[in-house]
């Protein structure tokens, strides 16, 4: 590596010291309290898979370029060069995390190592060796957000297609069509996925409801979060930002995706309208009774798996537990669960990558907590956890039939 | 030559110590205060109010060690309850504090119980440190810190042991510690010849050596913690 690109790098790394960033590269004390709380740590027990292992490897670097100790007493705190190998290193950290937050419930001064990774994934950009699948991901989303009027009528084309589908599920809209699109004023602004398994089953519900809602023209996802670009995070959130505000919408209700509801929710600052989760919004629903289930209509024993930005890094907990019970009266907690729950291993953009093998590997420990319960269906409420449940499924024969929670909502409405 | 060196120790590296301890930690402290601010929230969910209440606890209860380590938990707790008290043994042995006398007590405070929990703490906690997985994940500052504090404690600890455990007692006495402690903080540097002229002159150096170099070195290391704890579990509060 020479000097030009390791300063770029350096410059990067400086771009995202503030003081809270400062304060948890300062003050780890290597009490080894979070090495248990990594979930690929707990299936494959190496210590680059440690919390405190991938802080290091960005703190060793602060060190040695950002402050006076590293300059005259290195080895002190085993302050390290940033050079190729030091960048394989980082690597190894980022992409082995799913930032999932666990360890920060552990740790006594409460630090953040997706934030700390967050450092090592804007270093991967600036050295060219970020997952390009990652970045090739956010500038599509980027470039859908400049979508003209061809792709808005193509677009509007493809959810119409979905009407038979969604009348299937639920016989009346609320409003008058059955995926409404561009509604002035709506009360709720729905930003799904790309994928009609995210549009079905919200269609149903928010007609059930009687709501009166729009369907946003992009999908939540945000891959630039995912890739660690702070501008990419900001531009994809904007399309949905400016789409809500154009339409004077009271509320922007994320579909079951957990960092699209972390970022639009917790990191896109103050916004003239209300941002929920899909969740929240059904909760809210069976709370008002403006929407009914019927317990029998699913049969089989019920878990929940909490996914982590929405649950731990988002709050939306209890939500989840009272739609299920008015679905069932047969549900069992996962152990441990809510905040201390076992992350699925596919966060962080590791789903997106592929890395099959690592993810089942890492997730061993999720397995076999999801195979104690002895439930038989598994509900949860993010696109990447669902898909690394469904694999884990698979891969470890568990049995289970792996739902996401407005799926199994929208098949119990009842009048 | 050898006076000379106990007279830099005792008297013009405490006046160093300390001012390199007080300015590093302003330095440290306005430093982070112009770095720019975390804007949006990174709290853990979920929450309970009033946050600022909770962070308190956390920092001074380390729930989460409580809950995961318990072993390690009560050897912090004794250690930073021990810590707390040794530096009100340290005040009084320079001013009567009243208030502190609501139970009365000796000084120094703890009849050598408060330097023996210490030593154990310090212990437990270094050998901690020699044991898998604990052991990779230290580096030399977390050895060289329990070294300096072992050793601070050690010699510290050995004229109250003597003092309160020992039938031949310690030839030093609070008076002649009080005397050249006032003098210090007077900034007019005084060595009662009761002190130099001990035969157990040498431990108080190497005590006061010992405590000098970790007060120069604590801004500059991880016990900074001890500054930054409450802010960051504010920020894991909301």
Redesign the interface.
Same mark, same amino acid.
């Given at each position: 590596m020479d000097q030009a690109k390791r300063k770029e790098l350096l410059n990067l790394m400086d771009s995202k010291?503030?003081?809270?960033?400062?304060? +948890?590269l #300062? %003050?780890?004390?290597?009490? =080894?309290?979070c /090495?248990?709380a990594c979930h690929v740590y707990a299936s494959m027990p190496e210590?680059k898979y440690?919390a405190?292992?991938r802080a #290091?490897v960005i703190r060793k670097l602060f060190n040695r370029y950002f402050?006076?100790?590293g300059k005259i007493w290195p080895?002190? $705190?085993?302050s390290t060069v940033l050079d190729d190998e030091a960048v394989n290193r980082i690597y190894e950290a980022a992409y082995s995390c799913t930032g999932c937050?666990r360890c920060? %419930? +552990?740790?006594?001064? =409460? /630090?953040?190592t997706q934030?700390i990774m967050s450092i090592a994934k804007l270093m991967l950009i600036g050295a060219d060796r970020e997952p390009k699948i990652l970045t090739m991901l956010a500038d599509m989303s980027i470039q859908k957000g400049k979508a003209d009027e061809a792709t808005r009528q193509n677009f509007a084309t493809a959810v119409r297609n979905l009407e038979a589908e969604i009348i299937e599920k639920w016989r009346t809209a609320g409003g008058d069509e059955v995926v409404p699109l561009d509604i002035q004023d709506a009360n709720v602004l729905y930003v799904a996925l790309a994928g009609k398994h995210s549009i079905i089953p919200a269609a149903a519900i928010m007609n059930a409801a009687k709501e009166k809602w729009s369907l946003s023209y992009y999908e939540a996802v945000n891959f630039g979060a995912f890739v660690g670009n702070p501008k990419k995070t900001q531009e994809i959130s904007q399309r949905i930002i400016d789409e809500a505000i154009r339409l004077r919408v009271k509320e922007v209700s994320v579909c079951e995706c957990g960092t699209a509801f972390r970022v639009l929710r917790?990191?896109?600052?103050k916004q003239p309208f209300k941002v929920t989760s899909f969740v929240e919004t059904i909760a809210r629903y069976i709370r008002e009774g403006r929407i009914k289930l019927d317990k029998n209509k699913i049969k089989g024993k019920f878990t929940y798996h909490d996914p982590c930005q929405l649950? $731990?890094? =988002? =709050?939306v /907990?209890?939500e989840a537990r009272y739609i299920i019970s008015h679905l069932t009266d047969d549900f069992v907690e996962l152990t441990p669960n $809510?905040?201390y729950n076992w992350c699925c291993g596919g966060g962080g953009g590791l789903i997106a990558i592929g890395e099959h093998d690592f993810r089942m590997k890492s997730a061993k420990v999720k397995a076999e907590q999801v195979k104690a319960t002895n439930a038989n269906i598994l509900a949860t409420a993010c696109e990447n956890c669902h898909t690394q449940l469904s694999e884990l499924n698979e891969h470890y024969n568990l049995g289970m039939n792996v739902q996401f929670l407005s799926s199994l909502v929208a098949d119990a409405l009842t009048e | 030559m050898i006076d000379k060196i106990y007279y830099f120790i005792m008297v013009p590296m405490v006046y160093l110590a300390f001012a390199v301890f007080f300015l590093g930690i302003l330095v440290r402290l306005i430093? &982070?205060?112009v770095?720019?601010?975390?804007?949006?929230?990174?709290q *853990?969910?979920?929450?309970k109010k009033p946050a600022w209440l909770y962070s308190l606890a956390?920092a001074f209860f &380390?729930p989460?060690?409580g809950k995961?380590?318990p072993l &390690?938990w009560v050897f912090l707790m004794l250690y930073h309850v021990a810590f707390l008290l040794l530096i009100i043994g340290h005040l009084e042995l320079i001013w009567d504090i009243k208030l502190l006398q609501v139970i009365p007590h000796k000084i120094f405070l703890g009849k050598g119980l408060i330097a023996l929990t210490l030593t154990i703490c310090l212990v437990f906690f270094l050998f901690r440190r020699f044991k898998s997985?604990?052991r990779?994940?230290?580096?030399?500052?977390?050895f060289?810190l329990l070294i300096l504090l072992i050793f601070t404690v050690l010699f510290g600890g050995h004229m109250n042991w003597a003092y309160h455990w020992s039938e031949y007692g310690f030839d030093l006495s609070v008076t002649e510690f009080r005397e050249y402690l006032s003098s210090m903080v007077k900034f007019k540097p005084a060595l009662p010849s009761a002190i130099t002229g001990s035969p157990h002159y040498i431990i108080l150096v190497l005590h006061v050596l010992f405590a000098n170099l970790f007060l120069i070195f604590f801004p500059?290391s991880?016990i900074?913690?001890s500054f930054?704890?409450i802010? &960051?579990?504010k *920020?894991?509060r909301g």
């Amino acid at each position: 590596m020479d000097q030009a690109k390791r300063k770029e790098l350096l410059n990067l790394m400086d771009s995202k010291l503030n003081n809270a960033m400062r304060m +948890y590269l #300062e %003050v780890c004390s290597h009490c =080894g309290v979070c /090495i248990e709380a990594c979930h690929v740590y707990a299936s494959m027990p190496e210590l680059k898979y440690t919390a405190v292992h991938r802080a #290091e490897v960005i703190r060793k670097l602060f060190n040695r370029y950002f402050k006076l100790q590293g300059k005259i007493w290195p080895s002190l $705190r085993d302050s390290t060069v940033l050079d190729d190998e030091a960048v394989n290193r980082i690597y190894e950290a980022a992409y082995s995390c799913t930032g999932c937050r666990r360890c920060m %419930v +552990y740790c006594p001064f =409460g /630090i953040d190592t997706q934030m700390i990774m967050s450092i090592a994934k804007l270093m991967l950009i600036g050295a060219d060796r970020e997952p390009k699948i990652l970045t090739m991901l956010a500038d599509m989303s980027i470039q859908k957000g400049k979508a003209d009027e061809a792709t808005r009528q193509n677009f509007a084309t493809a959810v119409r297609n979905l009407e038979a589908e969604i009348i299937e599920k639920w016989r009346t809209a609320g409003g008058d069509e059955v995926v409404p699109l561009d509604i002035q004023d709506a009360n709720v602004l729905y930003v799904a996925l790309a994928g009609k398994h995210s549009i079905i089953p919200a269609a149903a519900i928010m007609n059930a409801a009687k709501e009166k809602w729009s369907l946003s023209y992009y999908e939540a996802v945000n891959f630039g979060a995912f890739v660690g670009n702070p501008k990419k995070t900001q531009e994809i959130s904007q399309r949905i930002i400016d789409e809500a505000i154009r339409l004077r919408v009271k509320e922007v209700s994320v579909c079951e995706c957990g960092t699209a509801f972390r970022v639009l929710r917790h990191q896109m600052g103050k916004q003239p309208f209300k941002v929920t989760s899909f969740v929240e919004t059904i909760a809210r629903y069976i709370r008002e009774g403006r929407i009914k289930l019927d317990k029998n209509k699913i049969k089989g024993k019920f878990t929940y798996h909490d996914p982590c930005q929405l649950a $731990r890094n =988002g =709050g939306v /907990i209890e939500e989840a537990r009272y739609i299920i019970s008015h679905l069932t009266d047969d549900f069992v907690e996962l152990t441990p669960n $809510r905040k201390y729950n076992w992350c699925c291993g596919g966060g962080g953009g590791l789903i997106a990558i592929g890395e099959h093998d690592f993810r089942m590997k890492s997730a061993k420990v999720k397995a076999e907590q999801v195979k104690a319960t002895n439930a038989n269906i598994l509900a949860t409420a993010c696109e990447n956890c669902h898909t690394q449940l469904s694999e884990l499924n698979e891969h470890y024969n568990l049995g289970m039939n792996v739902q996401f929670l407005s799926s199994l909502v929208a098949d119990a409405l009842t009048e | 030559m050898i006076d000379k060196i106990y007279y830099f120790i005792m008297v013009p590296m405490v006046y160093l110590a300390f001012a390199v301890f007080f300015l590093g930690i302003l330095v440290r402290l306005i430093r &982070l205060m112009v770095a720019p601010k975390q804007t949006t929230t990174l709290q *853990i969910f979920p929450e309970k109010k009033p946050a600022w209440l909770y962070s308190l606890a956390d920092a001074f209860f &380390l729930p989460t060690i409580g809950k995961h380590k318990p072993l &390690l938990w009560v050897f912090l707790m004794l250690y930073h309850v021990a810590f707390l008290l040794l530096i009100i043994g340290h005040l009084e042995l320079i001013w009567d504090i009243k208030l502190l006398q609501v139970i009365p007590h000796k000084i120094f405070l703890g009849k050598g119980l408060i330097a023996l929990t210490l030593t154990i703490c310090l212990v437990f906690f270094l050998f901690r440190r020699f044991k898998s997985p604990y052991r990779e994940i230290s580096v030399t500052e977390d050895f060289f810190l329990l070294i300096l504090l072992i050793f601070t404690v050690l010699f510290g600890g050995h004229m109250n042991w003597a003092y309160h455990w020992s039938e031949y007692g310690f030839d030093l006495s609070v008076t002649e510690f009080r005397e050249y402690l006032s003098s210090m903080v007077k900034f007019k540097p005084a060595l009662p010849s009761a002190i130099t002229g001990s035969p157990h002159y040498i431990i108080l150096v190497l005590h006061v050596l010992f405590a000098n170099l970790f007060l120069i070195f604590f801004p500059f290391s991880k016990i900074m913690h001890s500054f930054f704890t409450i802010p &960051l579990n504010k *920020i894991r509060r909301g």
